[in-house]
């Protein structure tokens, strides 16, 4: 596809349930970061991999978040027993390379409610 | 604790005037600095950056005016249309140092453009 694409675009959750968040990003970009938009507020970094290695899980926060990109393109995200707070837009950006400051390139996001 | 701010939430203007969107940074190794723009249900789509080496980055009807000393940035819009109407987000990251390449951003100023 031309952009990051991800899904599912909405998801409701029940507390306690898992989640998994999927992310396509740009073909051949070797950046891929995740990140937690709360309404009213700023994207919040959660990780970022390079290539299929994950670099930095700094943000991610707690241990019932995990992400993984096994192959190096597609991204999974996983919440575990999912909590209220939890509810918020999770984005995911690819960019082309490391080391050189480049855009990222954002999807659509996943709208996360927890009920 | 937050090291990229944007005090004013909202800013509204007229068409064919200027929008000028302020942030200001804490953290003096910020290096480069993003502005994304952002639409409803959409992902943030990146508009313009710049460099701490350089005080000035122009592109179409958009600039970014640097004050490093200042620890303080400005996005001009000249002159403005009803579509620049969305959020816009300031951005910045630190030198690549093998580990990441995190985007800290602001929590966002809510343009709108009048006809």
């Known amino acids: 596809g031309a952009g990051v694409s991800q899904s599912p675009r909405y998801k409701v959750a029940k507390r306690g349930q898992d989640v998994a968040l999927r992310c396509d990003p740009i073909?051949?970009?070797?950046?891929l970061f995740w990140y937690q938009q709360a309404l009213g507020q700023g994207p919040e970094f959660l990780t970022y991999?390079?290539?299929?290695?994950?670099?930095?899980k700094s943000g991610l926060p707690s241990d019932r978040f995990f992400a993984e990109r096994p192959e190096g393109s597609v991204s999974t995200l996983k919440i575990q027993r999912t909590q209220q707070e939890d509810s918020a837009v999770y984005l995911c950006a690819s960019s082309p390379s490391q080391g050189l400051h480049t855009e990222a390139f954002f999807g659509q996001g996943t709208r996360l409610t927890v009920v | 604790d937050q090291q990229v701010k944007q005090n004013s939430p909202s800013l509204s203007v007229q068409e064919g005037r200027i929008s000028i969107l302020n942030c200001d940074y804490t953290n003096s190794m910020f290096d480069y600095f993003l502005w994304y723009k952002k639409y409803p249900a959409e992902g943030p789509t990146f508009l313009i950056s710049?460099?701490?080496?350089?005080d000035k980055n122009e592109d179409g009807r958009f600039t970014v005016f640097l004050n490093k000393s200042a620890k303080h940035l400005s996005l001009h819009i000249v002159p403005s249309q009803p579509g620049d109407s969305a959020v816009y987000f300031c951005a910045a990251s630190e030198p690549f140092q093998g580990g990441s390449e995190k985007l800290v951003f602001g929590k966002g100023t809510k343009l709108t453009v009048n006809p």
């Open positions: 991999f390079q290539n299929e290695a994950q670099l930095d």
């Open positions: 073909s051949g970009h070797v950046s």
């Open positions: 710049i460099s701490s080496i350089k």
